[in-house]
């Protein structure tokens, strides 16, 4: 065996079951919206690439554009800007899987905190300020969590807005969640 | 020696790698400063005010800056795979990465190449790409949370995000939940899971059950997860076993929360301070919390 071959036998692998399982896949209504999205976001860096949907996937056109699931927000905020919305957005190796739809509300008296999925957002219900933001294993939670904590919930920045990941995703479903029960 | 990766929400920070000093309130690392807020930085303190109280050098830290990019968390993720070979490290811990299957694996082939092998500790981020790798069984502890371990527990979520409905979140549920990650090879060999109640738990099933002091505050505050890993990190790179040194931590950081005197407004820095008081008090008692533990 060659030195190569051996340090290649090492090297973990991921199996057919692992390989994809970090990226989703954007189904668009038609060809035409699937060339602008591609376009749109090979423009601003991201590793996309467009193939031929999975058979679970019964609508939109033939082709889909698989991208890093981990970027969700960030590459929904891009086709946004490029008013090419996506029909549906699924994870590949399960595209039948929905985003969490489950709140979690706990009641500390002057504070309240909601989680969804792995991120919990706390609220002081007298000023509305944010006081704290915990959960979440993606970089852009600390960053989100600089930007937001200690501001009125109204006024501050929201995930949709400055967060990239799916753990800004889940953030921003707590903050729609908390102004939904918060605000008039 | 303890080595500690990850990341911090300065996307201008520069990739910095070395002995980690915390002075004040900020964690310094090659002449760069970073406040501690939560995340790595927070891990970090924790691992260092520990590790004072245990006698151990300061721990080695890879930091670098990236607000969810991902292109900050490449970059380390390239620079372990060339280095980590050649370091000595007896435990890493890997935290706020953006998950990325592909560069998970570079870094795990590099550790492999070590000898003698480190232990490994995975949280956030880079917990999420070892699960979804499929190599979740080559890591010594996982230190997920309730949400976390559901994603765990999911054979089929490729994020929380995606962890379905029938897996509740819920306190109650937990050990069913640490059941299903393992039947589904989806944990790491001891789990520590963070919550309302902390369980420490390997194959065989639940090991030990935390739950005083109760703060239930604790949960809001964030940061409070990552010294938890920073403590357990430091227990077990000054050479304690990896059980008793996740039941040891849940202990000292349940106290160490209890004596900052909480709200849900607090910031984790509070909690920080009050670790070497917590953990020598712990440590007094550590012959009568292995007996209380004794499952």
């Not at chain 1, 390989?19 to 954007?26: F, K, M, S, T, V």
């Not at chain 2, 890591?139 to 979520?157: K, M, R, S, V």
């Amino acid at each position: 065996m060659s030195f190569l071959k051996f340090l290649r036998s090492k090297e973990p692998k991921a199996s057919s079951e692992t390989e994809n399982r970090d990226r989703g896949i954007l189904v668009f209504e038609n060809t035409s919206e699937v060339i602008r999205a591609e376009n749109a976001l090979k423009a601003e860096g991201s590793k996309v690439r467009v193939m031929g949907p999975p058979p679970e996937i019964r609508s939109g056109c033939d082709l889909v554009i698989e991208f890093p699931l981990i970027e969700e927000l960030k590459i929904l905020r891009t086709l946004r800007e490029a008013g090419v919305a996506p029909k549906e957005i699924v994870p590949v190796n399960s595209p039948l899987l929905q985003p969490v739809d489950l709140f979690q509300t706990k009641d500390f008296g002057q504070y309240l905190m909601i989680r969804a999925a792995n991120m919990k957002l706390t609220v002081d219900r007298e000023t509305l300020t944010i006081v704290n933001i915990s959960g979440g294993g993606c970089p852009d939670v600390p960053y989100l969590a600089q930007e937001m904590v200690g501001k009125p919930l109204p006024e501050s920045p929201t995930p949709r807005e400055i967060g990239h990941t799916l753990c800004g995703y889940a953030l921003q479903l707590a903050y729609e969640e908390m102004k939904r029960q918060c605000l008039p | 020696m303890l080595a500690i990766a990850g990341t911090v929400p300065d996307k201008d920070f520069p990739l910095v790698a070395g002995e980690a000093r915390l002075k004040g309130k900020r964690i310094r690392i090659e002449g760069k400063a970073i406040s501690v807020n939560r995340g790595t930085p927070a891990l970090l303190a924790a691992a260092i005010k520990a590790g004072e109280v245990l006698g151990q050098p300061a721990p080695f830290g890879y930091l670098v800056g990236d607000i969810g990019m991902g292109d900050g968390s490449r970059r380390l993720y390239q620079y372990l795979t060339r280095h980590l070979g050649e370091s000595g490290f007896e435990t890493i811990t890997f935290h706020y990465l953006q998950p990325d299957v592909d560069w998970h694996n570079r870094v795990l082939f590099a550790v492999e190449e070590m000898a003698p092998r480190p232990i490994l500790i995975a949280d956030a981020g880079f917990m999420y790409a070892a699960k979804m790798s499929g190599e979740a069984t080559k890591y010594d502890l996982f230190t997920p949370d309730i949400g976390e371990l559901a994603f765990l527990a999911d054979e089929e979520a490729p994020h929380p995000f995606y962890t379905r409905g029938f897996i509740l979140h819920d306190e109650n549920r937990v050990p069913d939940l640490i059941a299903r990650a393992y039947e589904h090879h989806n944990a790491a060999r001891y789990l520590l899971v963070k919550g309302e109640k902390d369980y420490v738990a390997d194959q065989q099933g639940i090991l030990a059950i935390i739950d005083s002091p109760m703060e239930e505050t604790l949960e809001a505050i964030g940061g409070t997860g990552d010294t938890l890993t920073g403590i357990v990190a430091a227990l077990i790179g000054a050479g304690m076993e990896t059980r008793e040194s996740a039941i040891i931590a849940a202990h000292v950081n349940r106290l160490a929360g209890y004596y900052a005197n909480p709200t849900p407004a607090t910031q984790v820095m509070e909690i920080i301070r009050h670790i070497p008081g917590a953990l020598e008090e712990i440590l007094e008692k550590r012959e009568g919390i292995r007996e209380q533990n004794a499952v």
